[in-house]
Every structure is written in C-alpha cells, then in structure tokens.
C-alpha cells in the first residue's frame, strides 16, 4: 500500500541529486553529481521525502499531483550564494564607455563607478528598491534560483544601510525564493569619508553593524533559512586586511558570519585572515596565491567564484577555480550579480563559462551552484541537493542530459520550479 | 480624424529603427540604432505603416488593439542568418571530452565530430527532424529571431539533403518564424566518399544542387521571403578553394545565391572566390586578412562573423570584427546555432560577445543582428528595420535601453513578439 505524499515527479530522463551528507563537496567528489535514470521524487510538506528509481517511488508512495519528467532532468534548485541585487540606477552607458576603453577616471568624472549606485540607491524610496530588485529576482527564479544571498552595500551610511536590509526583508516576505541577508556596509569608502576610511570603519563597527543585528534579530519578520552574513570588500581601493579585520570581528561580536571579497586584483592576505575568523565563504579568488588555496582546502569555508564578472568586463583571464579544486576547496559559483560588474541573471551561463574557461567540468558546475552554494550561506544541511529530509527546491528541466545546462547557452530551459514543496510552472 | 490601422505600439521608452533605406550598414553607420524616445509604430495587414513619435503617430492613427510599451524598448525582430537548426543526436558529452583536452582523434574514436551528426541525421525520420527543430526554433523565436536562416548539410547525400530540405520546408510552413533555407551539401566530406572529395564534388554538382533547386522551384510551399542559397564549407579539411568554386557555380546555374564558410581556422583565398562569384554573405572571418578585409568592404556581400563559436570552444580568440567594420564592411552577427560547435539559442549573447570580445559597441551589435543580417539573406528590403513598408517584426524588450540587450546576459527579456504584424507574448 503506497503511502500518500503530495507532489510525485517521476519518469526524470536524469534525476541529479548533488546529494553529499558529509558536508560541502571536494576533490574527485565534485566530479559526480548522482545520477539515476528513469529517477522519481516525492515530497510532502515542503519536504523531499524519498529519491530514487521511478518504479520504486512510484511504488512506495501516491499523490494527487504528479509531474512527467520524461526527456527532462530533475535538479536541485540552484543557490546563487553572492549577489548585489537590490539597487538603484543604470550603469550600461558606464559598461559601454569601458568597453571603448574610455580611462576609469574620465568614468567617474562622467559619474559613473560604484558611488553612481551609491547615490542612486541613497535617493531611491525603499518602494522603488524593492519593486525593481523583485523583478530581478523573479527573473533569477524564472532562471532557477531558488536560494538567493543579496548583500546590502550600495548605502554606506546607517540609513541607508538599514533601508536596504528592509529592502531585502521586504523581498525575502514576499518572494517564493529563499533570501538570505549579508551586510555588506563595507563595500566602499563613501565620499564623506573620503579622507578619512579609519572613520567609516568606526561608523560601520559601532553603529552600522549593531544597529543592523539588533535589526535584524528584533524586527526581521521573514522566514529566514540563515542567520545574517557579514562582509567586506579587501582590496586596495577599499579596505585593508586590518580594517577587514575589525568589520568581520564586530560582525562575529554580533552573531554575524564572516564572508569575505578577496583577491580580486591584489592578493593582500584577506584569506587568511577571513579563515582566523571562522569564515563561511571567501569569494572572488582571481588572483589567490597557492599557499592560500591550500589555507582555504584545509579549512570549512567554502571559496566562491564570480566567472560573469571577468566576462562582463570582456577579460579573458578567470579565476583558477581548476586549482582551487585540485587543492581540495569545495568550489562555489555565483554570478555575482550588480550594476557594475556582472548584470547576469543565469547561475546556468556562470556554468557554462566555469566549464569553458575555468576547466571545470558540468559535474563540478553544478555541483558548484547547488550543494557547495548551500555550504556557502550556511544552509547546506538544510537545501541544496536532493535527499530526503531537505526542502523540496527541485528544478524540471528541458534538457536531455544535465551537461546541457552548460553545454546550450544564452537561453532558459527551466520548465518548473519546485520551491519548498510549492510548484512553479513557466513553460 | 485618425486612420484605422491593426496594432499600434506606443511609448516605448525607446523606439529603435535600425533603419538604412540605401542598403546594409557600413562604417559610421553602423554606430547609429536611430532611437526616437517616447517612440510609436502603426502596424496594418502586415506591415509598419508609421514610425515616429508617440504624439505624431497616435494623432494620425487608431488601432484596436494598443499596446503600451512605457519602460521598455521597441526594436526590429532579430534575424539569424546563418544557423543548423535541423539535426539529429547529442554532442554534449564530446563538448565535455573537448574541454577535457582529449585528442581530436580520440573524439572520432569514441563516435564523436560532425559525422556524428550526420548519421544520427540520416538515421532520423522526417518527423523526428522537424519535431526537433521545431524546439529550438521555438527558443529562438521567444528569444526574439522573427527570419532565420537554416541550412542543410548533415545529409551529405542526395536522400538525406533532400530530407533536410522538407525538413526546413516543414518548419517554414508552421512555424510563424521566417525560415529562409540554404543548401549546404558541401558541409563535409561523407564517408563514403573519404578517398574521393572530388567525387562528392561531383555528385553535389550534379545531382544534388540539381534536384534540390527542382524541388524548391516545383515542390516548395511554404510562402518564403527569399529563394534559396548555396553554401560551402571552404575549410583544409573540408573543401579546396576549386571545389568550393564548382560547388558555388553550379549553385549559381540553378539560381542559388552564393554563401560561403571562409577562413575560420585557415585563409586559403576562399572569401576572394566567393565575392567573384557575387557572394551574398562570407562567413566565419576567424582569421582573414587585411587584404580580404578591404575586398569584402568593396563588394555588397555582408561580412558574417560567429562569436558564439569560439565561445563554445573556450577560445579567447575571436574574429577581429572591429577591424572589418573599420574597413569599410557591411558586419552581421550570427548564432551559427549547431550541436559540435554552438549550441546557442540567443542573438543577444552574440551581440553580448561581440561587444565583450570584439570591440563593437551595442548599436554596432544591434544593426549588425537586424538590417545588416537580413542583407546577409538578400531579404534587407523586406524586413530588418522598423520602417514604414516593411514587414512588421517588432520586439517589445522589457528594458530601458537598447544597450541592456548586450549589457544584461544569460537571460531573455523579449516580452512581445511581433512576426509580420501578429503578436505573441510571453511575458
């Protein structure tokens, strides 16, 4: 006698679990992604309650909503771990006078750069914010995204700051997606304290970040699946591995996880530093030192890297995420997207780039987006593969084989979205 | 008193032309997109009957069906002028093995290369083709390509090209995408003929480029906006520069507008060829000279580049694009749409790498995916460009600029299509 489940998706061309019960994947694991043929699922409140072969599922349990996989490929819903997803202001002209080389000073002078996003989103209502990141993330979602990590970052003042933490709290109550909150207040210097970085660094570990806990822990209304994130861009022209210290420290004081952008065009010792704090995630890693991969395999953090920004800028060189693996990291992939650097809506094209001109394979990649992700906002237990017991964030997919969601490129091949438990259809 | 027309468009953010009454986009020209801000368009039986202002056009016309387009683009539907759409079998795993570094040589071994395709295509029913292509052309159409064209050439005998042509006939007839088909017996040379080229040389020349234009001139139904074409893989392990030449006149002698694959991995003088014979596209240019450049920019052939493809591969090289606009050429963008070698669906990725890779700007990328693309199919007088007497392709892109079709990536944001005055949504 079957026993009553509520959602069955059966007959799946490939059912892909990225299933990994110890923890994030690493090493030869990456390269297997647990593939069933003919593969089935069940879910029941929210929850995947069995995987396996379609006669064995189907066998085991009923339902009164059933889904036909065949000649698709059933997945985890895709995490995308690190994205700037709430601002305001358009930076298109920016990316088309950089691509005709225009010097970087002359951008600024134009008014582009960072501090354009900045004063955009100081003078946007959270409204606006919200309703403009929301059609963002539905597209992610449309896309696959079903966990999604958006930083704060474009305010770097404490209202500001504190009015795009309600921006994401607004989109995490009100989005089928999962949305997990990372401060991110330094993110730049802002022109108040152009002179003066020591003292924005004050302002962020004694107002900013407390503030913005105290927010969050007292009236952050949404469901969350993660406690808040913070982070810090260490770079040269933003701050220093001593004043990445001290942010990441006041955010440890406050219950706040450490993540860190490092070594994206200087290797300053931000790593290391990050993992003496217990970091979850280090992430960009485009010019990261052997010695520090090998810091980064030995610890729990998982490193993350942002191929569509060194596309967006029309790079051909790409973080060595073929290393990092070989070195034993457990890989994330995120698309990183922003205004600036990345407006890339598809954790499938970051894949399909991973595979071309990082040398991973489509195994790694999705193993990357999914599980890996997961581990990266601290979630990984809960979401992030296909195993009983974990929330029902599956993806039907159009495609024959789970290469192709790195192989075919430019376009959406996601038929449904399964998140929670609650189905999406889109094609 | 307004005149009655079918469809009218109004307030679009920015109504983008690509319009060029003299002929293809050279030089100069091809910066231009022609943007009317607060822009409208008339549509009636079919074809654009106004274009200009919101004020002017809904003033002088009424429709009963309006559609407002405040806060997105309004642009020409884009054309794809060079794509296999029509083929059987799965590449992926070779794609896999390839980014693997596994020898050419032990692809084949494993059954890989474009005779894969060829067998699985000769293998495959009529039904199974077009059932097939008929998906992706589907994908391309949402994704905004309203004319594609679509060679044969994974035939590669009289049976299986004449197959691939009813094939694209098929498609032509139900699919409301303008489908315009080219004959490309000379893809590659079959197995059977190894040890003779010039044979299959012969065997092209005689019976299949003949009976194919019979069957186009006498069997043929679907309404088509151009007659067929000829095409030939000039290439060292596909055809000589004289073989390319008989293949093309006896192409010629049947009324089949000349096409030509050139100098993708190897100048053997094939594009000089072609443009003797009156070429009306030369495609691929990887590695042309400057001298070629300067030929193709005196001839009215249009220049055809396919960005897509050296993406698949990984490769950081790519045509010099820039340098044959700067010549003086007539430049269009192309998906090259097939399983080894571009399993890409989107002309706004192409038009994304191009800006990215080869130094065009977004309006080059626009007029080279629209007017300059449909002269690449000899149908520049017809459709292309939002002008009054054309036939009415429009898009309707939900975003702010026409820039953001190359700046934002990975995801579709065409919202209407309108082919030849009918309207499709989906968004």
């Not at 509520?6 to 593939?35: F, N, W, Y």
């Not at 339902?63 to 819903?77: D, E, L, Y």
């Not at 750069?113 to 309703?131: F, K, N």
């Not at 030192?289 to 090998?294: H, L, P, S, V």
Request: charged share 20%; proline share 5%.
């Amino acid at each position: 006698m079957a026993c009553r489940c509520d959602l069955l998706i059966h007959s799946a061309t490939q059912l892909v679990t990225c299933a990994s019960p110890g923890g994030p994947k690493r090493g030869p694991a990456m390269r297997e992604v647990g593939v069933t043929e003919n593969g089935a699922l069940a879910i029941a409140d929210g929850l995947i309650v069995a995987v396996g072969a379609s006669d064995d599922v189907r066998a085991a349990f009923d339902a009164p909503r059933q889904i036909n996989a065949g000649g698709k490929v059933v997945c985890p819903g895709f995490v995308d771990p690190h994205t700037h997803l709430v601002y305001a202001g358009d930076r298109a002209g920016e990316w088309e006078m950089k691509l005709r080389g225009t010097p970087y000073l002359d951008i600024l002078a134009a008014g582009g750069g960072i501090l354009s996003t900045m004063r955009a989103t100081r003078q946007a209502t959270l409204d606006w914010l919200v309703e403009q990141a929301r059609e963002r993330l539905e597209v992610m979602f449309r896309n696959g995204v079903t966990t999604c990590e958006i930083k704060t970052g474009y305010g770097l003042s404490v209202e500001a700051e504190l009015k795009m933490l309600q921006a994401i709290e607004r989109l995490a109550c009100t989005h089928p997606c999962a949305v997990t909150t990372t401060l991110l207040a330094a993110h730049a210097v802002p022109p108040e304290f152009e002179s003066d970085p020591d003292g924005y660094v004050d302002l962020v570990v004694e107002e900013i970040i407390p503030q913005a806990a105290t927010w969050f822990a007292h009236d952050a209304r949404a469901a969350r699946v993660a406690p808040m994130a913070c982070d810090v861009f260490c770079e040269a022209n933003a701050f220093t591995v001593e004043q990445s210290r001290r942010v990441l420290m006041a955010g440890r004081r406050h219950g706040l996880a450490p993540k860190i952008h490092a070594d994206q065009f200087s290797s300053l010792g931000g790593v290391a530093m990050a993992l003496e704090l217990g970091a979850i995630s280090c992430d960009h890693l485009d010019v990261t030192t052997a010695e520090d991969r090998a810091r980064l395999a030995q610890s729990s953090a998982i490193a993350t890297v942002l191929p569509a920004v060194n596309f967006h800028l029309g790079s051909t060189q790409f973080a060595d995420a073929r290393a990092l693996i070989d070195a034993g990291c457990a890989l994330a992939l995120s698309t990183d997207h922003n205004p600036g650097s990345a407006p890339c809506f598809s954790l499938m094209l970051v894949m399909g780039l991973a595979c071309r001109y990082q040398k991973l394979t489509p195994a790694e990649a999705l193993n990357a987006c999914t599980i890996n992700a997961a581990h990266a906002l601290g979630v990984g237990d809960v979401l992030g593969s296909l195993e009983a017991g974990k929330q029902a964030d599956v993806l039907v997919v159009d495609v024959p084989d789970y290469r192709h969601l790195a192989y075919q490129f430019g376009v959406n091949p996601v038929a449904r979205v399964i998140k929670h438990g609650v189905e999406y259809a889109y094609r």
